[in-house]
């Protein structure tokens, strides 16, 4: 795992052991857990100074007990050069959201982590790739962290307990093991016949097709059906392994993939509106990048373009933007103004950039909770679950016509 992915789990773990008395085996995850929510919470893009008393308010909104837990926190970071302590507060490091998920990773080894631990991590990020069957977890963290079998036995009956991953019961024999912000509960059964149906070869393409969207992180949906074939690709799409993100317009639909851990892994994704945002906007970007023309605003430099807009700062003019981000107007995402002989964007949502930016770079924002022939002007998205719908059901799918909104729009800015 990444760093960033290492952090992310070490705070999710630790946030689940707050409601749990007894659990001397994961101390370490908790210790680092709470310094990266303090670190989160102290921290600024900048280095600054807080006092002793605005420190022991964010500790306290951070769930963090300021007699008992917060001074060994604050060894902690201070060990590790994140802050240096004075008689009247602290001076904190300048860190960004990424860089404090890296930190945490870095103090969850200084620790010094058991292999329980360890594994309880590398647990509950196989379990968001797909949900694994009890036997097939428990041998995966036996064989690759060295567990007994009492010592394995007893990660998985902690991780439910605690609630590290979530679990459905299929038979007196078997239980399987999944990520509940991913996977609903009521869908494991399906799932499960799904991917116990799978080939080897099958398989091998499941991870070559992933390894693809993690590198890329939006792709054209029949590039990935190509990889996969239509019957595994439709199989997958059906149990929500992949999402569908439609952009539409007069003259041609765009369908790209992205994946749900993409957006939402370690947290409960319940402003859905945030992330099927995000997911219009790395979907229309990727249509800038891939199928619009220069002569009409081809984006070529995508991080540098979605720097400046993240600093609250327009970009263009091109014709381009004027008809490619229309949704994101009427949902108050971007502000787009008439410019010369094109048309110029200011981004109003920096949440929703920043999510985008990461899919973008990373092909995946979950720690977050998120680059050829000329097109035409995006009119419509369709959400994930709206595709899954319109898939099952073989829609037509019919165009919005947003001029009119839009112009109340525009005439407004």
């Not at 399906?190 to 993690?214: F, G, H, P, T």
């Not at 939006?218 to 993100?245: Q, T």
């Not at 200011?346 to 092909?363: C, D, R, S, T």
Request: aromatic share 6%; proline share 3%; glycine share 6%.
């Amino acid at each position: 795992m990444q760093k960033k992915s290492i952090g992310s789990w070490v705070v999710h773990h630790s946030n689940k052991l707050d409601g749990y008395i007894h659990s001397p085996e994961f101390k370490n995850i908790k210790v680092a857990g709470k310094c990266g929510t303090l670190l989160s919470a102290i921290t600024e893009d900048k280095d600054s100074s807080i006092t002793n008393t605005k420190l022991e308010a964010l500790a306290a909104s951070s769930n963090i007990d300021t007699t008992f837990e917060l001074p060994r926190l604050l060894e902690v970071l201070e060990n590790n050069h994140l802050i240096e302590r004075n008689q009247n507060g602290i001076e904190v490091l300048g860190l960004t959201n990424s860089a404090v998920l890296s930190q945490t990773s870095d103090i969850f080894k200084e620790l010094k982590p058991s292999r329980l631990e360890r594994a309880s991590l590398e647990l509950a990020d196989l379990c968001s790739d797909r949900p694994q069957l009890e036997t097939k977890a428990k041998e995966y963290v036996s064989d690759t962290y060295k567990l007994s079998n009492e010592e394995s036995t007893k990660l998985l009956s902690n991780s439910e307990e605690i609630g590290f991953t979530d679990f459905e019961q299929l038979s007196n024999e078997n239980k399987i093991y999944f990520n509940g912000y991913l996977f609903k509960h009521e869908s494991i059964p399906k799932i499960n016949a799904v991917l116990a149906s799978l080939s080897d070869a099958e398989n091998r393409k499941v991870v070559e097709a992933n390894e693809y969207l993690e590198k890329f992180g939006c792709v054209e949906s029949k590039d990935l059906e190509k990889l996969l074939g239509k019957d595994l690709f439709e199989k997958l799409l059906s149990i929500g392994m992949y999402e569908l993100n439609q952009v539409s317009n007069d003259s041609e639909s765009v369908i790209y993939v992205t994946r749900p851990q993409a957006f939402v892994k370690f947290q409960d994704p319940s402003n859905t509106d945030t992330f099927d945002l995000a997911k219009s906007l790395v979907a229309s970007i990727t249509y800038g990048i891939n199928r619009r023309s220069a002569k009409d605003g081809r984006i070529r430099m995508v991080e540098l373009l979605m720097q400046k807009l993240l600093r609250g700062k327009w970009v263009g003019p091109a014709k381009a933007i004027g008809e490619d981000y229309r949704i994101l107007e009427t949902k108050k995402v971007v502000k787009v103004k008439r410019e010369g002989y094109g048309f110029s964007m200011k981004l109003l949502k920096k949440e929703i950039g920043e999510i985008a930016l990461k899919v973008i770079q990373e092909g995946d924002a979950s720690e977050k909770s998120l680059d050829r022939f000329p097109g035409s002007p995006v009119t419509n998205y369709i959400p994930p679950e709206q595709n899954r719908s319109i898939l099952r059901k073989q829609q037509q799918n019919q165009n919005l016509d947003l001029r009119e909104i839009l112009n109340s729009i525009r005439t407004e800015n």
